[in-house]
């Protein structure tokens, strides 16, 4: 079982910067994909970026794309979700989650075995 903790939200005015953190204790980090996904209020949860176990590759939301930057740092058991050029739109609970090795369909939650508690960012205009 993977245990995900979340940290680095908070309140910030629309134009500006968070940087989200997630560690991870589980041995194999290194081996697992790593998603974030948001829950606004009123809406569904919804995928925002993943990363591959190597860094190799990594995929964002449309609405997200060129704002936002996923990394991690294997040596760490670590993941970080650069947030920048933030607006009230982005407003939302934010959720990382282990991806189950095999399931391809990363921008869906069921690729998703683990989950952390998440952390509130919020965007004022």
């Known amino acids: 079982q993977v245990q995900l903790v979340e940290s680095g939200g908070g309140l910030v005015q629309a134009g500006g910067s968070l940087r989200l953190s997630c560690a991870a204790s589980?041995?194999?980090?290194?081996?697992?994909?790593m998603g974030w996904f948001r829950q606004a209020p009123g809406k569904e949860r919804e995928f925002v970026a993943r990363?591959?176990?190597?860094?190799?590759?990594?995929n964002y939301a449309d609405s997200v794309k060129g704002r936002f930057t996923f990394s991690r740092d294997n040596a760490k058991n670590t993941v970080y979700l650069q947030m920048n050029s933030l607006k009230p739109e982005d407003t939302a609970v934010y959720y990382c989650a282990a991806q189950v090795r095999g399931y391809s369909n990363y921008w869906e939650e069921t690729a998703y075995r683990s989950w952390g508690q998440g952390t509130q960012v919020t965007v004022s205009s």
């Open positions: 589980v041995r194999t980090f290194s081996t697992l994909g």
């Open positions: 990363i591959t176990w190597n860094s190799g590759s990594t």
